[in-house]
């Protein structure tokens, strides 16, 4: 049971703010997604291990070698607010 | 020539040999992108410089230098795929002024193929949804009666190509997000195998389960437009670096001795007559082309969507954690950073620029990898997806291709279904699993409801064997009724 | 050497952030240079952009495992990059990719030496991890530079097995001359591209459960490592005999004023949500790759310094100094084999060489006088051809010149006189000019000798044999005068 404890601590994690209407809704319905997960628990997994990538991929790594292709000036385009080529944001303390 | 009912391979030989300019055929585009989209609302952004780019393939072609072999093909982008200079959103508030300084892999392969760019195509906001409705662009509408959904998350693509505001376009596929909204649209639309198409630049949605594919007219030019985008690509270490087989040149509707793999699991009657029927069709005219039908158990199927919706959901609750007002993208407006604290900061920004579902899945998966509840969840629907793979790829040394509808039933009215998460959830049975797996999974247009909503059959084939399922459905599609018919908005 | 203060045992456990001195960054192909303009070592994968992938850099593979190996440790032939979840503006994508439940190294050990004590201390692990970018606060606002974001880290985590500050400000120096020897890391603390934590806690001699512990930051010298956890060691046990409890959190040192302040409590909240990386495969490594590293490996500062006790003479001493740095090290065994005379090799260079350097702030790979040069001047000493005293002259020659000591002994005339007739005039003539002190000597006052010799040797410009001015010398004075 997903309670308003939990979802204000779970919201606070995600960095989402949310209604108290918003949080209601959302404990229920993680209460009854998560419920439904349920019956996974029944599957005896032990010593599985857990998969992630599931097709097999030969292992990928690049050369060390450095590669210019963008500005600093490309790279702060899209920032909402900037000083310079620095991204700008609230004090950090 | 007929640019409705041309194939790429037509319309490429034709500008290669001057018969048509790349030009002409990109205006002929954009023009009914201009007429119909207002209807449909499938293209959230055109691109200016179409034209621009159709110009500089027929100049190529002028001077006799080489275009690729889909020289002035145009088409229709997803919104999860970054195009360089031209917005990009994922369907988001929170990316409502993305511009990305950098295309896709599969973006740059379609350029080099000689694509033209006509713009970005609509989508669920972060590909989360099976409806098009969470888009923060509005939703998008089926051509083939406009008061039902397109499907989702692809229903930008899905629409636009089945009223040919484009020759081709481009899907995602995370659970079922290319093959549900092409058969909602009567197209045909194929999710390659994990690691044969590139991610990089398409946004993240859950990184073990997504992959691009194209959403077009006909299992032919779907053959044509995988072969310009499979492949490694060293921007991606989880493609692989297998050959890609020539899929056009190979294809063949030759079925005959090829065992379809019926699942065990998915005959409970949750489908919706017409869908069961088209179903029964499909493996009926397979085995009269001389296809053999064996029934195969995957017993964990049963347990794929929620096993789907915590894996997705917690990959994404990482993928979306980028987006926070710093770097790009919505910022919530504060008058006065300096008072502002960082949390704060945070959270207006993401609880403003994020919709309902996203921040609903983002809940989800920040609970599931979190103390106390990772083993539970996360790790234990990890260990339930390497078993359920295990016993697909158990299941593919007896059968070739496994044949199964796409969704339990045809489009469902705007605002039908959205209410209830877990419902909305369940219309993914079929598809989710492909995703888990890592298979390639591919929808073809074979039915028609009562309603005049098109049906598609799903071709579910081993990892890397996309040839055969592009075969059988290639034979599907010679046999199939509907091929001919097109939507009301056409 | 006793742990124990007031009763109390301090436990201390250092985790190094090793930044690895490759060309381009762990998962990407941005410029690792350290004093480039704001935000210009950047790409769409290290700011974070949508849709953006990392791949793994070879180098920082072979980098990690040549450390494990340097450092003892197991090489874990799979292992996995996992996401560290949280919200920070340094941290562009909101997670930092890093390893955790399955590292690249784990079990190693490290040995040093405390005033002449060994001391050992475990490797608990040896992590591969992204920087994150860099924060400049500028009081109502804050500004964010990308260029560190995603340099590769070796993250080297101790065991909790030293007890005093200055084992652990030696620790955190073996660990720096280590990954120099293995030239995988400049080991510049002042830019950041060594960074030590040091977990310090406290408990009563005797006790078994460990206090609770605080994590000391921004120690940019292994001095103020030392000063920060004695005075850490001190504070808390203050804290605890006034009745008070240690809480867990971070501080930071303040050298001006040799104190530690708290930076932030650990909330018990901090879930980091750590979970395998989807977008990069599990990291294998052969028996193969290991093996050729394993024989790529230079010989370790440890190994290196004992051989030059045994092998070649030096006191420990002389060759703990010798071996701080690898490039000494290589410049005093050059030296060395050229004149056969290691004592000798040994002294110039920590004499006059370093001095040298030091003086003029030049790295010993940069010195004017190359190891052969050195060498040379040595043989030129031995073989008699010049004395000790004009040695150091020809010395200053060559770091002035950078040329070879035969030529500016030659140019010169430097050649030391062992000429018995040149010695001979040049010995009449100082007896002839000093007649009363030949006959104090003749008296009986021999130690007029020294102001003989010191004339004769003045005469010759210092030029003159010594031995064969002393011979020559004593004879005349010691026959009866004519």
Redesign the interface.
Known sequence: MIDQKLIEHIAKLARLKITPLEATEYGQQLTKVLNHFQEIDKINTQGVEPLVTPTDIEFYERADEVHKRYSAEDMVANAPEKAGQLFKVPPVV | MDLLKATFKQVSDAVQTKKVSAVEVTKFFLSRIENLNPQLNAFIAVNSKALDEAQAIDEKVKKNESVGPLAGVPFGIKD???TKGLR?T?GSKI?E??????D?TVVSRLRNAGVTILGKLNQDEFAMGSSNETSFFGNCKNPWNTAFVPGGSSGGSAAAQAARLAMGTIGTDTGGSIRQPASFCGIVGIKP???RVS??????F???LDQAGPMVSSVEDAAVCLEAICG?D????????RKVPSFSSELSSNVKGMRIGVVKEYASGRMHPDVEKTYSLALEKLKQLGAVVIEVSIP?TE?AV??Y??IAA??A??N???Y????????AD?KD??S?????????T???G?G?EV??R???G??C???GY?D????????????M?DQYIEVFKSCDVILSPVTTSPAFKLGERSSD??TM?MNDIFTTSTN???LTGMSVPFGMSADKLPIGIQLTGA??EEQKVLNVAYALENVSSVKLEVPHVY | MSTSRRGFEAVIGIEVHVQLKTNSKIFCADATVFDAADNENTSPVSVGMPGTLPVLNSAVISFGIKAGLALDCKIRQRSVFSRKNYFYPDLPKGYQISQYDLPLCENGKVKFFVDGIEKNVSITRAHLEEDAGKSIHQGDFTLLNYNRAGIPLLEIVSGPDMHTAQEAAEYGRTIRQIVRYLDICDGNLEEGSLRCDCNVSVRKVGAEKLGTKVELKNLNSFRFVEKAIEYEIERQIDEIESGKKIVQETRLYDPDKNRTFNMRAKENAEDYRYFPDPDLLPLIISDAQIETIKKSLPELPLARSTRFQKKLGLSELDAAMLTAEKEIADYFEAAGAICGNYKAAANWVMGDLLRELNSKKIQISKSPISPTALGKLILLIDKEIISGKIAKTVFMGMWETGALPDAIVQKSGLAQVSNAGDVEKMVDSVLAANASQVAEYRAGKTKVLGFLVGAIMKLSKGQANPDIVNEILKTKLDSKPE
Do not use: W
């Not at chain 2, 790790?379 to 997806?385: C, D």
């Open positions: 999860m795929l970054c990009t994922a990316l002024n993305f511009i990305p300084p950098y896709a195998t994990y690691g991610r990089y630049g398409i946004i993240a859950a990184s073990s490694h060293p921007m991606d270490s989880t493609t692989s670096q964990l347990f929620p096993m919706y915590l917690s990959e609750s990482s979306l954690a980028r926070d007002g710093v770097k790009y993208g919505f910022r504060f950073l300096s502002m604290s960082l949390d704060d900061f945070y959270s207006e993401r609880g403003q994020f309902a921040k609903r983002i809940m989800l920040t609970h990898l979190s103390s990772y539970a969840y996360y790790n234990k629907a990890g260990q339930v997806r390497r078993l793979r998460p877990l959830y888990l797996a890592g990892h890397f």
